[in-house]
């Protein structure tokens, strides 16, 4: 059974990230990602995966659910770590045969490291804690450009659409008799599964285009859930953009 990556399992919880405008919510944390992703300086970068993870408890979303996905985060993000440790110029500090370690290398790799996962942990708190068709509306008020925001809608969509189909033609496929093997014939089989999943998902966006056009879809999305910034939203949301303002101001005045 295939687990679809619902990422708005848990909108239906009621924590101070819930309650928080979804138009304040999206312009405070793209704020305070892009400001710790950007700070050159590890102590601070440290400060502000904390913050993060405290972020993240006050959304109330289960650590299981985060622990999920950061795994696969983390199987690339340590990668590039381990990469950047051996092939870093500067002072060596352990040599292993013909591979060395550096400290800069090191340094690098978790300044970088820990950008990112403070970086994916905000997404939780951020689009985690409202549903899918809410974050799409408070885009499109925002004035993101709606080609784009259509693209976000359709793409989260058919994910599941997509996937059902996937494993509809992979059962078709062990009923008559096929094993997944590193043989010419099964890469054959999975290329021409593929090619068949390309073609059924064209055929199904043109029903789509001409259900839709026939139904008067201007593009514009459209939810019965209306927007109401409130006074704590305000300080939620300058609290966050001050937060991640000050902690360049503090990596300005490190030595």
Request: proline content about 4%; glycine content about 6%; hydrophobic content about 55%.
């Amino acid at each position: 059974m295939i687990e679809y990556p619902e990422i708005d399992r848990y909108a239906s919880l009621d924590s101070p990230m819930h309650r928080f405008d979804p138009r304040a919510k999206i312009i405070a944390f793209l704020f305070l990602i892009f400001s710790i992703v950007i700070i050159p300086e590890l102590k601070i970068v440290i400060i502000g995966l904390f913050f993060a993870i405290f972020l993240l408890i006050l959304s109330r979303i289960p650590l299981s659910f985060v622990l999920g996905h950061l795994k696969w985060v983390a199987l690339f993000v340590l990668s590039l770590y381990v990469m950047l440790a051996f092939t870093f110029p500067g002072k060596e500090i352990a040599k292993f045969y013909f591979l060395s370690i550096t400290a800069e290398g090191l340094y690098t790799g978790s300044l970088i490291t820990l950008r990112a996962f403070s970086a994916v942990i905000l997404i939780f708190p951020m689009i985690g804690t409202m549903r899918f068709d809410t974050m799409i509306k408070a885009l499109d008020k925002l004035k993101v450009p709606n080609i784009l925001v259509q693209m976000l809608m359709f793409t989260y969509r058919y994910i599941f659409v997509f996937m059902d189909e996937f494993q509809r033609i992979g059962t078709a496929m062990r009923s008559r008799g096929f094993k997944l093997r590193t043989t010419l014939y099964a890469l054959r089989t999975i290329g021409k599964a593929m090619g068949m999943l390309f073609v059924r998902s064209y055929e199904r966006a043109e029903r789509v285009y001409r259900a839709m056009h026939s139904r008067g879809y201007t593009g514009n999305p459209k939810t019965l859930v209306e927007f109401e910034i409130r006074r704590r939203d305000y300080i939620l949301a300058v609290s966050i953009i001050g937060f991640a303002v000050s902690l360049h101001i503090i990596s300005f005045f490190l030595p």
